[in-house]
């Protein structure tokens, strides 16, 4: 079974391939500009993914 240091790095590296594949959907790596429309998103998305890793985060230190 994994320690707890490890479901954290495993949590965390999740979230980062989340971000690079919603962030490249989106066109984030793209040499055009972004509409207001995805800059928005990609923003909320963000916001999503740090609340998913600060709650990783808690729950692992609660164990």
């Given at each position: 079974?994994?320690?707890?240091?490890?479901?954290?790095?495993?949590?965390?590296?999740?979230?980062?391939?989340?971000?690079?594949?919603?962030?490249?959907?989106?066109?984030a790596?793209?040499?055009?500009?972004?509409?207001?429309?995805?800059?928005?998103?990609?923003?909320?998305?963000n916001?999503?993914?740090?609340?998913?890793?600060?709650?990783g985060?808690?729950?692992?230190?609660?164990?």
């Open positions: 079974m994994l320690s707890k240091l490890g479901i954290l790095i495993t949590i965390l590296v999740l979230v980062f391939i989340f971000f690079i594949v919603i962030s490249f959907g989106a066109g790596f793209s040499k055009k500009n972004i509409n207001k429309e995805t800059k928005k998103y990609l923003k909320s998305v916001i999503l993914l740090a609340i998913i890793a600060l709650v985060i808690i729950l692992v230190l609660f164990l």
